[in-house]
């Protein structure tokens, strides 16, 4: 236990000590995957959602949630974030859709947390937009893509290609 970062000597959850740390630029990206049933699917293609687009409605929420992390996540430092974006996209072939977040800060410590729970507030709106017509859709594969700065630099999951420079 005296090697846990996060409990000190007796054994109590801590705050890790940042404040001698310089900024860097920060930068992570996730994803969520929700498999659609075909009810869901087809009414996405057709835009006939009765609460309306789920989309645009799950990527405000995104943002939202990535905001709120420090709030959501025990011991995860309040930051100032320079950027979040989320996007939902429907994926044909899969009849799924993917969510991506990328939060950038230029701080002291990284932000992966905000791009998890950016994608993962993001799905829960979604499936509330759509739980109406059917409740089978399933979560998958919430996965870190990659990170940038700090101490630790660049770190890209397996089989990923550039995310796009808009975000």
Known sequence: MADWSHFDGAG?????????????LRRAAAEAWISLPDAIYAAIKEGGLAKGDPMPVAELA???GAKKTPELIPLCHAIRLDSVSVRCELDDAKKAVRIECVAMANDVTGVEMEAFTGVSIASLVFYD??????????????????KSGGKSGAWRARGQGDISDER
């Open 62 to 64: 995104g943002i939202m």
């Open 12 to 24: 109590r959850p801590i705050m890790v000590d940042v404040g001698g740390k310089a900024p860097t």
């Open 129 to 146: 937009m759509c739980k109406a017509l059917d409740k089978g859709m399933i979560i998958t594969n919430i996965r870190l893509l990659e």
